[in-house]
């Protein structure tokens, strides 16, 4: 139903002494930087053929 630009597979591996919370904020950055909540949040609602525009703009953008 849904094509997924990009795998959901982030994972973060917590060392012996390292505290549950710098594991938690390492995987919210690495979430974050894959863009996994914005494709999350795009597909969730209909997309008007503006938005789409809108949207494919900035990333064109982006990628400059």
Same mark, same amino acid.
Request: net charge positive; no cysteine.
């Given at each position: 139903?849904? &094509?997924?630009? @990009?795998?959901?597979m982030?994972? $973060?591996t917590v060392? %012996?002494?390292e *505290?549950? %919370? =710098? &594991?938690?904020r /390492?995987?919210k950055?690495? $979430? =974050?930087?894959? *863009?996994i909540? &914005?494709d999350?949040? +795009?597909? +969730?609602?209909h %997309? ?6 809108? +949207?494919k &703009? @900035? @990333? +064109? /953008? /982006? /990628?400059?």
């Open positions: 139903m849904f &094509a997924f630009t @990009q795998p959901f982030t994972q $973060v060392g %012996e002494n *505290g549950i %919370e =710098s &594991a938690l /390492r995987f950055r690495q $979430v =974050s930087k894959a *863009g909540f &914005a999350l949040k +795009r597909l +969730r609602h %997309e008007t053929p503006t938005e789409k525009y809108k +949207r &703009a @900035q @990333q +064109r /953008r /982006r /990628r400059r």
